[in-house]
């Protein structure tokens, strides 16, 4: 992996962030058109959100750019967003993500639904600019360790993975 520093996230505590998000998008609008997630990623905070916010229309938009799982490479669209939600530019729609990275996603799915409101759990500064609400701003050089990546195993000290 390109990154230093590892952020490893436990079940516990991204449905404690995927909850908090939610209470911040229960705050922006009530009606929620519907959820468009971006696969993989946004699949298990779309769920979570969709539960806290009563909403039931659940839609995917499959991109992949994680090729060999730690390098981005060039973006796919494997499927794209129903023809319906697109009406009105994505206007009452809430995309979900877990992560903004370096931010190209995000800017293609945004392209697809210019008015839809952006959200994702987790954000680096490089993508942060195009998503409307976060919850947790992390380095551009961390990577994070999702709960679905995990197994249980050793975790060294941070003392010992600090050069110097």
Known sequence: MTSEKSFPVSWD???RDARALAWRLA??????????????GGLVPAAII?????TRL???VCVASYHAYDTQGELQVLKGIA?????HEGDGILIIDDLTDTGKTAALV??????AH??????????????????TEVSQ???????????????????????G
């Open 13 to 15: 505590q991204f449905h």
């Open 27 to 40: 705050g922006v609008r009530e009606d929620w058109k519907a959820i468009v997630c971006i696969t993989r």
């Open 50 to 54: 969709a539960r806290e916010l009563g």
């Open 58 to 60: 659940i839609e995917t």
């Open 83 to 87: 023809p319906e939600l697109k009406q």
């Open 110 to 115: 945004r392209a697809m639904l210019p008015k």
């Open 118 to 135: 952006f959200a994702t759990v987790y954000a680096k500064p490089k993508g942060r600019p195009l998503v409307d609400t976060f919850i």
């Open 141 to 163: 050089d961390t990577w994070i360790f999702f709960p679905w990546d995990l197994g249980l195993s050793f975790q060294a000290p941070i003392s010992k993975n600090v050069a």
